[in-house]
């Protein structure tokens, strides 16, 4: 295998974008239900969801919080490559930079995901500039729980959940933060502009991955 070949044949593509955002609704719901976080309590063996099987309680909270996390660094890149070619500001420059944000020079996920990826747009759709709250809490968030949960640790002493349902709060204040500037009603519909200046896109431009996918595992009967 040479170094041009890709590590063990393996490569990648983004998250279905329907996907993501219906698992983190599906999982929002459930840790928000004061009836499941009562049953999490309780609950002393195996996690069973829609989506998936836990064999304890502390990897089904960790594992809800990992998939929201990268679901949502998914969703940004494809936000802002979605958003910056209807705002016909999408060029391959741009979509290698949504591609691998690091190529923006920042020194963290925050600052290169949720302050220079959209600025690279629209300088107002910042998170650091349109909510400066959120911004600093997304650093402490990302310090404090997303690092530690990616770097082979676990969430613990969450016994019913309601830890792990405020987690998935500030996900959804973030998403609420990125539909300001890319709202989902248009996602999937051509920019008025479109007919007009198809022409004008660079040619060649990867595609972003827009399907429906469902794979549910439901308990053993």
């Known amino acids: 295998m040479s170094d041009a ?62 998939r929201s ?8 890149r494809f936000a802002a490559t979605y958003e910056a070619g209807w705002e016909r ?61 990616f770097h082979g640790n676990e969430v613990q002493n969450d016994e019913d959940g309601r830890g792990t349902s405020r987690a998935l709060e500030f996900v959804a204040q973030v998403y609420d933060w990125i539909d300001s500037w890319c709202p989902p009603s248009r996602i999937g519909h051509y920019p008025p502009w479109h007919e007009r200046g198809r022409k004008t896109l660079p040619k060649n431009t990867p595609a972003v991955t827009l399907r429906f996918r469902t794979s549910r595992l439901q308990k053993p009967e």
């Not at 996390?69 to 940004?76: A, D, K, N, T």
């Open 89 to 149: 500001r999408l060029s391959t420059e741009f979509f290698e930079k949504a591609k691998n944000p690091f190529r923006l020079g920042g020194r963290s996920i925050v600052s290169n995901y949720y302050d220079r990826l959209p600025a690279q747009i629209q300088p107002s759709y910042s998170l650091r500039v349109a909510n400066p709250d959120l911004y600093k809490l997304a650093k402490r968030f990302y310090e404090e729980i997303r690092n530690p949960l």
């Open 5 to 66: 070949d890709p590590l063990f044949g393996l490569t990648f593509a983004n998250v279905p974008i329907v996907n993501l955002r219906q698992e983190f609704a599906y999982h929002r719901q459930v840790q928000g239900d004061p009836n499941f976080r009562t049953r999490l309590l309780e609950q002393h063996g195996s996690v069973y969801t829609e989506f998936a099987a836990y064999a304890t309680k502390q990897s089904f909270l960790t594992n809800v919080i990992q």
């Open 69 to 76: 996390i990268s679901g949502l660094e998914s969703y940004i």
